[in-house]
């Protein structure tokens, strides 16, 4: 029964947002009509939208994972933007460095990389609460901008492709690029790699002894202490796989689409891996939907846009809804509160 | 005798049914202090709250000096002058006393707030009624008995005629209960009329005039103090003359099976919760009982205990082997068990469900896994067992831990304690907010334990409590042990804890 | 030396206003028990609002008003479902902040046809003041800044004495620690919450209108820059403080009047633009340790 209420709850918000998503593509575009069926139908309409849709949803998928980890444990991670783009960078050199190697180990220790790096810079976050009780929230965000200007620097300096036009890195071996599913799109294996992972996670988090004080943590933090169990290491260790998992969205990306690293590829990654979390309550399973759903505006915009004059911002806009009415759950609470008040008189 | 409050057929019911109130008619007379008494539950605080304008009822009608009262919010109570002192006190720790008294009726000069105006005023009225405090002070900053009196003063500052106190003395000391019945005195004299609500009987049957007594939501009767003896009391409010307590046996002194602290010291929030030189032995089978004002190293020595405070010197020492530096998990091993002073803050986790409350505490017992995961059936069978056995109501394991009364959340932490038969059981004010009934359920499961041969470390601010069934009680007093002495009778007992709960005056000076 | 000491005094003001503004309308939330994650947003509407209205009526005051009204109403939204609809805070500031980036940017394409950009002559900035003060010292010091940065220093004293002097400061102070009580004494503590917001609303907006009417004259996307979370950090270091929010504010604005100065240096520009964070970072954590350290004895 609950369940039930829950997903029409869902179901109404996600349509209420996709009107108004209709809403500004009317008022905006001089033809609607072709616009709109666009931006629904496009992303089905041949393997090339719908594999590149499933493709953008990979890193969201992780960021999401990413940023339901560290709020179990009550801790917010809000520097997933910097970890994606540091650990993409780390991971992108030692591919780089490792040219030699056979690809299934270089893959491996690359994505190890990403993921320490990832992980090392946001348990630093969780290390300063552990510590100093330093606001979580907003070092790991303010750490995040300074990242991502040194990250910056690195593309446009040191670590730049002198022969790319752009500040991008150069190449590394292409057999370590992921082998492809769905020609000619992007899609590419990560997909299943990142699927694992969520499964894991989603074990580790309902049913093992870390998980489950991962969540104690979270929920009671004075009692959690009465446990004996290790708060602050739980916390540091939490934003750690946070930040890892971020890492590893950043890496996946590079080592299945783009082959090398690119400046400001990853921006927003890590934004709109805070909403598909928030969307998804939080439930490591509930992040694959949410973030192929972001996705899929996303796409949908974009090839609406091909076809007609909406420029893809459209999708932003819907995508802002979305997590607008899905986050304000006193809506329903409220009204449900209306009623049964008028009940009782 | 004219009637300052009269209430007539009152009946509340809350959303899904739980009926509150039901039709109970209440006539208060100016000038008396009139006690509502009834167990947790019996609806006493939902009719202070419909009184103080807080609640609305569903039917019924109030009088206040024979005019209908219309009460749809705290204002409209301030305007019949009818006040209340909560019993969770409401006031803003970092405000000044006299920033907290006149919030929401502030004078003013221009636009400031006119502090020399509200000050004076608050001293004429604090001494008119013998309570001295200082307006300036910040709440944050003074103790219990005198943030009590603030509560008191907003009330009076708003002209209050009709004074409600919900529960006011459960946080206090026997001192301040004194001071505070002092207080009802004056506040009578002055032609005020109060409304006082409690559990407690002895209370009741000293300071009333007259005594209501409510049970499930319904009113049983309304006794003159004369008619009134604890017993009638009792049974009116639990319909139920019994107060069953099972035979306490003796307590061993075996060796291997001891606990004890050898000359502890451990840093605290404050100086005088800091432990000072602290020694203490509990035999196996003995409840060693810990009497102090709350704030006075309880706490620290419970945290010093279990591993969350290291201690800076001493020994602390169980069944012959010293703990000092074990981790909270080893010492859980070793088969400590505890029973949280806050069951909601440090026993439980609300949000989560009955089974998985079950574990907490033990989540590192190898095994509740296999391959890194959760046995599901076997913890199933676990929470079956404590549910059934501590009879939790109600009996479903996938309950919210929030959705169970305060009486069985206290059962499910004593069932997951003792589910591991602990040697040594601390338990911290275990009856803390419960009825009578639970308290009984809660304090015949302790003296089972200490016939069972477990030490058991009771820490209460209860009187009753600590003197029924401790054998050994120590007083605690700004981190030290000023007193202790083998419990044979009850009353000298509570003599000599009242005696030692001031603490000596010559032994403050000493400390640093 | 002289000019350089005046230039990055002068720098040092006009950045700091922006983010001085913003923590004073966060502080006031903060006392009234929100904190404010939307500040990022509100001030980007406010610059946003700012851009259009000074283009489209060719006024300044115009400008400031638009941007004042439009950073108010996205104000009332975000307390419309914190305060009444019970929404959790962070995820409604977030979603407003997504929303108000990706929607400045769709209107700057849909209604200027610019790329991430709008700027136009038709945009007027605010007005300097300027009285000459007979003494260049003086005038360097104290002339020209724009209208907003002494409005600005004088709000930080009118917040001040409203907060801790006044009856409405006080129960503000009162919703954020002890609701309830002032749920007892009679007063509405929704009334105070959107009282707040407005507030912080108005405060937001004027501070986009500085980043875009006065720093520079135009509007780009996310020009507001992370500047309304260092606010909200400014505002959590400072604990309430004004005075400290004052000095976190012109130490933020000077480190970025530095990396100002640095680009024009031979320094990579990734490093002075990441000063002002990391400065804000050192910050954070130094205060933490003291007052942790504090609390501790």
């Known amino acids: 029964m609950k369940k039930l209420e829950e997903s029409m709850?869902?179901?109404?918000?996600?349509?209420?947002?996709?009107?108004?998503?209709?809403?500004?593509?009317?008022?905006?575009?001089?033809?609607?009509?072709?616009?709109?069926?666009?931006?629904?139908?496009?992303?089905?309409?041949?393997?090339?939208?719908?594999?590149?849709?499933?493709?953008?949803?990979?890193?969201?998928?992780?960021?999401?994972?990413?940023?339901?980890?560290?709020?179990?444990?009550?801790?917010?991670?809000?520097?997933?933007?910097?970890?994606?783009?540091?650990?993409?960078?780390?991971?992108?050199?030692?591919?780089?460095?490792?040219?030699?190697?056979?690809?299934?180990?270089?893959?491996?220790?690359?994505?190890?990389?990403?993921?320490?790096?990832?992980?090392?810079?946001?348990?630093?976050?969780?290390?300063?609460?552990?510590?100093?009780?330093?606001?979580?929230?907003?070092?790991?965000?303010?750490?995040?901008?300074?990242?991502?200007?040194?990250?910056?620097?690195?593309?446009?300096?040191?670590?730049?492709?002198?022969?790319?036009?752009?500040?991008?890195?150069?190449?590394?071996?292409?057999?370590?690029?992921?082998?492809?599913?769905?020609?000619?799109?992007?899609?590419?294996?990560?997909?299943?790699?990142?699927?694992?992972?969520?499964?894991?996670?989603?074990?580790?988090?309902k049913r093992n002894k870390f998980g489950y004080e991962v969540r104690i943590t979270g929920k009671n933090f004075r009692f959690a202490k009465y446990a004996g169990i290790p708060v602050k290491k739980v916390v540091i260790m939490a934003m750690f796989f946070s930040g890892g998992i971020a890492g590893l969205a950043g890496m996946i990306d590079i080592l299945g689409i783009h082959g090398r690293m690119i400046r400001g590829y990853s921006a927003g990654y890590g934004w709109n891996g805070i909403a598909v979390a928030l969307i998804a309550r939080n439930n490591p399973l509930l992040v694959i939907p949410a973030a192929i759903f972001f996705a899929f505006l996303q796409s949908g915009a974009n090839v609406s846009a091909l076809f007609s004059d909406v420029t893809p911002e459209v999708a932003r806009i819907i995508q802002a809804a979305v997590f607008y009415l899905v986050t304000a759950e006193g809506l329903l609470f409220f009204l449900k509160k209306k009623r049964m008040e008028k009940g009782q008189t | 005798m004219k009637a300052a409050l009269r209430l007539e057929s009152i009946t509340k019911t809350f959303p899904g049914g739980i009926i509150a109130n039901h039709d109970i008619s209440l006539e208060v007379y100016e000038g008396e202090i009139h006690s509502i008494i009834g167990e947790n539950g019996a609806g006493k605080t939902t009719l202070m709250k419909i009184i103080s304008g807080l609640l609305k009822p569903d039917k019924g009608k109030i009088y206040v000096y024979g005019r209908e009262a219309k009460l749809s919010g705290p204002l409209d109570a301030i305007s019949y002058k009818i006040g209340m002192v909560h019993q969770h006190f409401v006031l803003i720790p970092r405000f000044t006393v006299a920033e907290n008294i006149v919030l929401g009726m502030e004078k003013k000069k221009g636009l400031n707030l006119d502090k020399e105006w509200i000050n004076e005023h608050i001293r004429k009225i604090s001494t008119r009624y013998g309570m001295e405090v200082d307006p300036?002070?910040?709440?944050?900053?003074?103790?219990?008995?005198?943030?009590?009196?603030?509560?008191?003063?907003?009330?009076?500052?708003?002209?209050?005629?009709?004074?409600?106190?919900?529960?006011?003395?459960?946080?206090?000391?026997?001192?301040?209960?004194?001071?505070?019945?002092?207080?009802?005195?004056?506040?009578?004299?002055?032609?005020?009329?109060?409304?006082?609500i409690s559990h407690k009987l002895k209370e009741v049957l000293e300071i009333s005039d007259r005594i209501t007594v409510l049970r499930k939501g319904m009113k049983v009767g309304t006794l003159l103090r004369t008619e009134a003896t604890s017993n009638n009391l009792a049974e009116m409010m639990i319909g139920n003359k019994q107060r069953l307590i099972i035979q306490k046996e003796k307590g061993s002194s075996e060796k291997d099976k001891q606990f004890q602290i050898e000359d502890l010291e451990a840093k605290g929030s404050t100086l005088a919760s800091s432990l000072k030189n602290i020694s203490i032995k509990i035999n196996s089978g003995e409840i060693l009982g810990i009497a102090g004002v709350e704030g006075n190293g309880q706490e620290t020595l419970v945290n010093t205990i279990i591993g969350i405070i290291p201690p800076s010197k001493g020994r602390i020492i169980f069944?012959?082997?010293?703990?000092?530096?074990?981790?909270?998990?080893?010492?859980?091993?070793?088969?400590?068990?505890?029973?949280?002073?806050?069951?909601?803050?440090?026993?439980?986790?609300?949000?989560?469900?009955?089974?998985?409350?079950?574990?907490?505490?033990?989540?590192?017992?190898?095994?509740?896994?296999?391959?890194?995961?959760?046995?599901?059936?076997?913890?199933?069978?676990?929470?079956?067992?404590?549910?059934?056995?501590?009879?939790?109501?109600?009996?479903?394991?996938?309950?919210?831990?929030?959705?169970?009364?305060?009486?069985n959340q206290q059962r499910l932490i004593l069932g997951r304690e003792l589910y591991h038969n602990p040697e040594f059981l601390i338990a911290v004010r275990p009856t803390r907010g419960l009825d009578l009934k639970s308290t009984i359920y809660i304090h015949n499961k302790l003296i089972e334990m200490k016939n069972k041969g477990t030490c058991i470390l009771l820490i209460s601010y209860d009187l009753d409590e600590l003197t029924e069934l401790s054998d050994k009680i120590a007083v605690i007093y700004e981190g030290k042990i000023i007193d202790s002495f083998i419990n044979t009778e009850s009353e000298k007992s509570k003599i000599r804890i009242g005696v030692a709960l001031g603490g000596v005056k010559y032994e403050i000076t000493e400390t640093k | 030396m002289g000019d350089l000491f005046f230039t990055v005094y002068r720098a040092t003001v006009r950045m700091a206003i922006p983010v001085l503004l913003a923590s004073i309308g966060g502080l006031i939330t903060y006392y009234a028990g929100i904190m404010n994650v939307a500040m990022e947003g509100l001030m980007l509407s406010g610059a946003f609002a700012g851009v259009v209205f000074s283009y489209m009526y060719s006024s300044a005051l115009m400008g400031i008003v638009g941007a004042v009204i439009t950073a108010v109403i996205f104000s009332l939204l975000y307390s419309l479902f914190v305060t009444t609809l019970r929404a959790n805070n962070f995820a409604i500031g977030f979603a407003l902040n997504i929303f108000i980036s990706s929607l400045t940017l769709y209107l700057t394409r849909v209604m200027f046809r610019g790329q991430n950009a709008f700027n136009s002559p038709n945009i007027r900035a605010i007005p300097h003041l300027?009285?000459?003060?007979?003494?260049?010292?003086?005038?360097?010091?104290?002339?020209?800044?724009?209208?907003?940065?002494?409005?600005?220093?004088?709000?930080?004293?009118?917040?001040?004495?409203?907060?801790?002097?006044?009856?409405?400061?006080?129960?503000?102070?009162?919703?954020?620690?002890?609701?309830?009580?002032?749920?007892?004494?009679?007063?509405?503590?929704?009334?105070?919450?959107?009282?707040?917001?407005?507030?912080?609303?108005?405060?937001?907006?004027?501070?986009?209108?500085?980043?875009?009417?006065?720093?520079?004259?135009?509007?780009?996307?996310?020009?507001?820059?992370?500047?309304?979370?260092?606010?909200l950090a400014v505002v959590l270091i400072a604990r309430g403080k004004p005075s400290i929010v004052l000095i976190l504010s012109l130490l933020f604005g000077?480190?970025?009047?530095?990396?100002?100065?640095?680009?024009?240096?031979?320094?990579?520009?990734?490093?002075?633009?990441?000063?002002?964070?990391?400065?804000?970072?050192?910050?954070?954590?130094?205060?933490?340790?003291?007052?942790?350290?504090?609390?501790?004895?």
């Open chain 2, 136 to 196: 300036t002070a910040r709440i944050e900053e003074i103790p219990v008995g005198e943030k009590q009196k603030v509560e008191i003063l907003k009330v009076l500052y708003r002209n209050a005629n009709i004074i409600i106190f919900d529960e006011p003395t459960s946080v206090l000391s026997p001192e301040e209960i004194k001071e505070l019945f002092k207080i009802f005195r004056l506040l009578i004299k002055n032609g005020k009329t109060i409304l006082f």
């Open chain 2, 319 to 407: 069944k012959g082997r010293e703990m000092n530096k074990l981790t909270p998990i080893e010492r859980r091993e070793m088969g400590i068990g505890i029973i949280p002073s806050d069951r909601q803050k440090e026993g439980l986790l609300l949000r989560a469900p009955v089974k998985e409350n079950c574990l907490l505490g033990y989540q590192y017992k190898k095994e509740y896994y296999r391959f890194g995961t959760f046995k599901e059936d076997y913890i199933y069978e676990i929470s079956r067992k404590i549910v059934s056995e501590y009879d939790i109501q109600p009996p479903n394991i996938y309950t919210k831990a929030a959705d169970l009364s305060g009486g």
């Open chain 3, 254 to 297: 000077l480190f970025d009047a530095l990396s100002i100065q640095l680009q024009s240096a031979h320094v990579p520009s990734q490093f002075p633009l990441m000063l002002p964070y990391i400065m804000t970072i050192v910050s954070l954590i130094v205060v933490t340790f003291v007052q942790e350290r504090k609390s501790i004895h």
């Open chain 1, 9 to 205: 709850r869902v179901l109404i918000t996600i349509i209420i947002a996709l009107m108004i998503g209709v809403l500004a593509i009317t008022l905006t575009s001089k033809e609607p009509g072709i616009a709109i069926k666009y931006f629904f139908t496009g992303p089905f309409s041949s393997a090339y939208f719908f594999g590149n849709m499933l493709a953008a949803s990979i890193p969201l998928m992780l960021t999401g994972l990413a940023t339901s980890i560290a709020f179990s444990a009550s801790a917010f991670n809000l520097g997933l933007e910097g970890q994606v783009y540091f650990g993409a960078l780390c991971g992108t050199y030692v591919a780089y460095e490792l040219n030699a190697v056979p690809p299934i180990i270089a893959i491996i220790v690359v994505l190890a990389v990403s993921f320490a790096a990832g992980g090392g810079i946001a348990a630093i976050s969780g290390y300063l609460k552990s510590k100093w009780n330093v606001d979580e929230l907003i070092s790991s965000l303010l750490v995040s901008y300074t990242l991502i200007y040194i990250v910056d620097f690195f593309l446009e300096g040191p670590f730049k492709d002198p022969a790319a036009g752009l500040a991008a890195s150069p190449y590394f071996n292409k057999k370590f690029v992921l082998p492809k599913i769905l020609l000619p799109s992007d899609l590419h294996i990560g997909i299943f790699i990142v699927l694992a992972i969520i499964i894991l996670f989603s074990i580790i988090m």
């Open chain 3, 130 to 231: 300027s009285i000459d003060l007979r003494s260049q010292v003086l005038n360097n010091l104290f002339m020209n800044f724009d209208l907003l940065v002494y409005i600005s220093i004088a709000l930080v004293f009118i917040i001040y004495y409203f907060i801790f002097k006044t009856p409405f400061g006080l129960w503000l102070r009162a919703a954020g620690s002890r609701p309830d009580a002032l749920t007892t004494a009679g007063i509405h503590v929704s009334i105070i919450q959107y009282s707040s917001s407005i507030l912080c609303g108005i405060f937001c907006g004027l501070a986009g209108a500085q980043l875009s009417l006065s720093n520079v004259v135009m509007f780009s996307k996310d020009m507001s820059g992370g500047r309304g979370f260092v606010a």
